[in-house]
DNA sequence: TGGGTCATGTAATAGGTTACATGATTGC
DNA sequence: GCAATCATGTAACCTATTACATGACCCA
């Protein structure tokens, strides 16, 4: 039962330009649809193989534009009609996974600045978004004129944009809130200086490393 | 690089209440932070034991409340101080894979129709969530004055209205777009009609079986 | 006494990212 | 000639869901 949805990321960059390699198809997959999708080399390649294996793509002309011999792709006729069956199949629900709301739902565990902390960080992570949306739609206007597929792009863009600046909004008023709470701390908050303040664990702009794996050190009851 | 976030929601949950179970966890996480979060058996009990061997958390007062004798869970003070140190860490951005947005993006393949009962399932399935959402907070604020929680889960509950509604509005408008492109497919849309209609492989409701794989039946050059 | 659901757990499998390996080609 | 990047691919590893197995307890 694999959804395999790679598989049809693949099938829709080609039918909207045959003759795509592998490589061009992670790099528009970036540029395109990066806002809510992505795929990675791992995924593509072999996907690549098993849908020519199946006859849903054939090797296209490989032109040698410029560069090496890129192996491209196009789309075959029953990789059409799937592409269309796919698509009129109900969607998925995306797993709901956010560790931002997560970290903020257990934020009382912590300072009120790590939360605000948090938000901070997600405004300008969506600051951002909406310029490089804003963007997207800009050069796309600037293009060409009759492009059938247009409509749609516009579409998901609006999307993307109407979420991020409700977003914002949130987090205008979130920060409001927090901050009222940030007083307020003394008489219902945790102790956090509990234990006398050893190393200096604490640096304001942390980086994940390569994420703490949980299995390391439980460094505890010694 | 494990980054294990199943085993940060359960120190964080027990940070909330001691003497979970597993079972526990698993019906608080589908009825508070489901909007955002999940969790399946085959993540919870295997995190269990690992956070127990590593110290992280300790087997509790198994209480045999009322039912069968299940093995609850406390949160040690080196597992209180691991979910601080966590919440401190900057937040990842979720694998952004939304598969709505990318079926419409490709949606010029297919008929607008197609995307228009897409849209139209997603504002009903955001009119659930509405729903949902409204009713969580309604008896949240029936139930107890004094939870220090209280404005951390409001705020995420804040933000799960707002882009719902958000989203909701978007998709009057996205409606009303398609309605438009529906008139103007004669000139540009692709021929869907192509072969006579064979079987009625297209029925109104469709259910996704179990999702098709793409490697089964190429069907295509016989 | 037998069905339902409570509760815990495991195995199989899918899906995905990351890191690495390997060349070819272009531009300097 | 050499560095950067283009381009393809693979192996290792994690994460996650699903399906299944098992047994206890409650209630009718």
Chains 1, 2 share one sequence.
Not at 2 to 27: E, F, H, T, W
């Amino acid at each position: 039962m694999p959804s395999n949805q790679s598989a049809y990321v693949i099938l829709g960059l080609l039918s909207i330009q045959p003759n795509l390699s592998g490589y061009d198809m992670r790099k528009m997959i970036r540029s395109s649809v990066g806002y809510f999708w992505s795929e990675s080399y791992g995924q593509i390649y072999p996907a690549l193989k098993r849908l020519v294996a199946v006859g849903l793509i054939a090797p296209g002309n490989s032109v040698a534009t410029g560069r090496k011999q890129r192996q491209a792709y196009v789309l075959t006729e029953p990789g059409r009609a799937r592409l269309r069956q796919w698509l009129a199949l109900p969607f998925q629900n995306d797993p709901p996974r956010n560790e931002f709301l997560l970290k903020l739902f257990f934020g009382r565990e912590a300072a009120p600045e790590v939360s605000i902390a948090h938000v901070r960080d997600l405004q300008e992570r969506n600051r951002r978004m909406l310029a490089n949306l804003l963007e997207i739609e800009a050069s796309a206007q600037a293009g060409n004129p009759p492009n059938p597929h247009f409509p749609y792009w516009m579409l998901t863009l609006s999307l993307g944009k109407t979420l991020t600046r409700a977003a914002l909004d949130w987090g205008e008023a979130a920060l409001t809130e927090l901050s009222a709470l940030e007083g307020a701390v003394l008489s219902t908050a945790p102790a956090y200086g509990k234990r006398p303040k050893k190393q200096g664990a604490e640096s304001g702009k942390q980086v994940r490393k390569k994420h703490g794996s949980i299995r390391s050190k439980a460094r505890g009851a010694k």
